[in-house]
């Protein structure tokens, strides 16, 4: 028997219903359950964290080097092996004995068509559909490495392999799903006497899209018609936190293509630098196109986005024993709304081709800018400064938002289609 949509929706109520279950209940017994933790006093380490009780757990690369303590994260389920697709990175560091914490996550990804021609999402309208992840099924968790030259290097790499996520929302009588070949992040963290980068490298494999029905007899689903992936353009959303002892500033510097430079600014002085602007490589023979930043209102969401593109509360848990020096910060929160900074980095020419993408990020220790070029270079360098900037002022963020554990469903919700008001 092949299931109607109708049916497929009643069905999926059952699930949303679960689902909820879940989150409301986790937040009441993470605490009682944990059992490891980082060895925070270790220059480096990478390992996993386990949880009494559950199958969840959670990967990490710490690097801990000139007073600065630097995180990633990946989690997964080693009975399901599957690894659930929020990677988060954060640091903590001190300027002038001051206190600061910059945490990031990759949230999700956004399917969008460039209707006023300026290559970045920017409008609701623009939106088509957001990718509602389930988990990839395979993974390679990380396993940093030192390597000591005229500049001391920590390097590791996180794998999520065969990623299943579904379109939403999606018009017609099917489903839409897609299989994510890879989407592979590799950290190069570099220590300098007077900041800290970071080089991600973002490997994005190829997308198989297609609509499908739901067959009850074999538990199957049943493929039919191909997505056509060409008349897309591809969004990465990324949420970003800051905590700090002072009051602070964001600064943001666009130039004639887009969000060139972020900085994070206390009393006038950068403390906080990311570095957007750069090419990205298309396709197997690697052609060369511009990646774009641009900041992202949450009203250019989807309600389902900010509903469940949300943050573990395992990250929480465990939050003050991940960065004991930050003992006079608030826990900050990175989620979709509570962020101090929700920006897309869009990639307008790509129709489901893989691609590599390499954005930067620099905690500065003394507010210098006019800093060396890295020695792990991006696919070009980036261009000057542009004069053209935003400021905002943001008070320190100290929200806690509830626990988002994705289960793992053989079919994935049919959301609803509500934009923000």
Known sequence: MVLNK?????????????????????????????????????????????????TMKMSYAWVNSNSSEFLSITMFDDIYKVALFRPFFGQAYNVDNSEFFVGTMLTGFELFQDSNGNNVLDLAEELKYYIMLNASQEYILPVIEKTVGDVTQYSWKVCYLEIDGFFNPYEGPYMARTIIESVNLSYIFEVHENHTELKLAIEMGEWDAYEFDFDMNTGQLIRLDDVNLEEYSLSLLFGTTVSSEEPFTMTMYNGSTGLEDLRVEVNGVPIFQSLFQDTYDLGLN???????????????????????WGTPASFYDWWQSWFPSMSNLSVPAVGLEEASFLYRICYPIWGGEPFNHDPRYRALFDGELNLPPTTTEPTSNPPETSTTNTTTTIGITSLEISAVLMSIFLITIPLSRKRRN
């Open 6 to 54: 109708l049916s497929l929706m009643k069905m999926s109520s059952f699930f949303v219903g679960l689902f909820f279950l879940i989150i409301l209940l986790l937040p009441q017994v993470a605490l009682a359950t944990t059992g490891e933790d980082i060895p925070i006093d270790s220059e480096y380490a990478s390992g996993v964290i386990t949880q009494p009780g559950r």
């Open 286 to 308: 690697g052609s060369a196109f511009q990646a774009t930043t641009t900041p992202a209102n949450v009203e250019t969401l989807y309600d389902d986005q900010l509903q469940f």
